[in-house]
């Protein structure tokens, strides 16, 4: 995905986000245990987060779900035909609207990769290695100030407005960054990207949950996901020229404007959050939206939670940050925040900073080649998530892609530790670091951005992902930090099988941490989460 450069640290999760195919087919019947909506009187009772015993009372399993309006497919029956179901069809419009933000995340990540060298020549410090590395990662400074004041501004305004305003630091700092003549004009456009792009990690998450039906929350949410992996994959292609004209980077940054201006003319014609019109008290505009993107009959059914919810959380749009000290906020944000700290302890940024030094052992030597390879298998494995996210379930996949992700750590260490013949090391090396970006995007980088919001209330969704994704950044420039100083000291098998301890660990904490929510809308879960922590308050 990422050519070596030493400073460039990014996150690779989607919200982000985390990186949904709008014509594949599901061709398998499965039934969902849960229904797809229910009335807020009556909370899942087995719902629950903890680290206590895994097994459930079979009791407590909800009943099969024979209603075939609800089942969790892309296919439905009649007789011996079969009709296809093209129920998430009137929300993809507004997701991927939405997931322009996580294209233009990938574009940025991938779009100072090569040009750096170009960069710092024209701009005067070139061979100074701490200055092209803080000009590709200073955005990380931006994306964390940004993130964290996302939480307050989306409560306020709501999601297409706060889209809106959002594009304006992303448009102004590309302009800023391709017009730049000095050190400190290129480092203000690229703080600016930043800022625009730590909103945005925080607010596609949001939107697309609450605007997705519940039956295919899984299957739109990861959209984020896959705009990322287009995004970095056209960032490559683009930046071609750059090997043969020095000054092609203006001409990249200029582009990187464009999707700015997509997002902010395509939110104008998108919906709100339907959640927080209700909240707003704009019932009807709640109403027309619900029936536009989930059907007529879902209208009254989905008020009733909705408001059910409100009466519970409180009215008022703006909730407290202090809130997220109180149960059962607290262990929301906890496992938020928990599952970022793991993700970037796992090594996605060291992994695709030596992807290109690994393909050039097998004689890949073009960093550009090595790139596109990453770039591929990620958004191969976006694509295979996207199918497997509504019928496997979060948990699933999370669990599957940290020990999938541990294993192919384990395989690079020991082709480097236990060299046998060259040429196989180099392969099994090839093959681990395939294995482990395919693991990662079926399920650590789409997921983890998909379960926080899945999880949080709607009071407090806001402030919990923009807490949860300022962790992210902060581990990511720790990382970023570290990495090598920790492979010049004790070298890269020592620290991959460190990553792939932090994986099996990461493995453990899904299982024990992360509950299904796949079938079940954000009320019934937000019901549940409640019921649980009070019968936990009465013992």
């Not at 060259?422 to 099994?428: C, D, G, K, R």
């Amino acid at each position: 995905m990422l050519e070596a450069n030493p400073l460039l640290f990014v996150p690779k999760c989607h919200p982000i986000v985390s990186l949904q195919p709008s014509s594949t087919l599901f061709l398998s019947k499965i039934k969902n245990p849960f229904p797809t909506s229910v009335s807020c009187s009556l909370p899942i009772k087995n719902f629950t987060i903890t680290a206590a015993k895994r097994r459930q009372d079979p009791e407590l399993e909800p009943p099969e779900n024979n209603n075939p309006d609800d089942e969790n497919t892309l296919l439905t029956e009649k007789g011996d035909e079969k009709e296809i179901d093209l129920g998430w069809l009137p929300t993809f419009p507004h997701v991927l609207t939405a997931s322009m933000s996580n294209f233009l995340f990938g574009y940025h990540i991938g779009v100072m990769n090569g040009p750096i060298v170009s960069i710092a020549k024209e701009l005067g410090f070139e061979g100074n290695s701490f200055l092209e590395g803080l000009v590709v990662s200073i955005f990380i400074g931006g994306a964390f100030i940004g993130s964290i004041s996302c939480g307050s501004i989306v409560d306020k305004l709501g999601c297409r407005r706060t889209f809106q305003l959002d594009t304006i630091p992303l448009i102004l700092g590309a302009i800023v960054s391709a017009q730049a003549h000095s050190l400190d004009e290129i480092l203000f456009g690229r703080f600016l990207v930043g800022l625009g792009i730590g909103v945005n990690t925080v607010l596609v998450p949001i939107y697309i949950s609450e605007v997705a039906p519940t039956k295919y929350r899984g299957l739109l949410g990861t959209f984020s996901q896959i705009g990322t992996c287009i995004g970095i994959i056209s960032s490559l292609f683009l930046a071609i020229p750059s090997e043969n004209d020095p000054h092609w980077w203006r001409t990249l940054l200029y582009i990187a404007s464009v999707p700015g201006i997509v997002l902010a003319l395509g939110m104008q014609f998108s919906v709100d959050s339907p959640r927080w019109l209700c909240k707003a008290g704009r019932i009807d505009d709640a109403k027309e939206v619900i029936s536009n993107l989930w059907g007529p009959s879902k209208v009254n059914k989905a008020i009733e939670e909705f408001q059910s919810v409100i009466r519970n959380d409180g009215a008022d749009l703006d909730s407290s940050w202090l809130e997220l000290l109180e149960e059962p906020h607290s262990r929301v944000a906890f496992i938020g925040g928990s599952l970022f700290i793991l993700q970037q302890l796992a090594g996605i940024n060291g992994v695709l900073y030596f992807s290109s030094l690994t393909f050039r052992d097998v004689g890949i030597t073009s960093g550009a080649l090595a790139s596109l390879f990453v770039g591929l298998t990620n958004f191969a494995g976006a694509l295979c998530a996207s199918y497997l996210m509504d019928k496997q379930g979060r948990q699933v996949l999370l669990i599957g892609s940290y020990l999938g992700m541990a294993v192919s750590m384990f395989v690079i260490a020991s082709a480097i530790s236990f060299p046998v013949d060259t040429e196989i090391s180099s392969n099994l090396s090839i093959l681990g670091t395939i294995m482990y970006i395919f693991s990662f995007a079926i399920g650590a980088g789409p997921v983890t951005g998909l379960i926080i919001p899945e999880l949080s209330s709607s009071r407090t969704r806001g402030k919990i992902l923009a807490f949860s994704f300022s962790v992210h950044w902060v581990f990511n420039f720790l990382v970023g930090l570290f990495f090598l100083e920790l492979v010049r000291k004790i070298g890269i098998a020592p620290v991959y099988a460190g990553f792939g301890g932090v994986s099996l660990l990461a493995a453990a904490f899904a299982y024990y941490f992360i509950v299904e929510t796949k079938g079940r809308s954000l009320e019934e879960i937000e019901i549940s989460l409640e019921a649980n922590y009070q019968d936990r308050k009465n013992l």
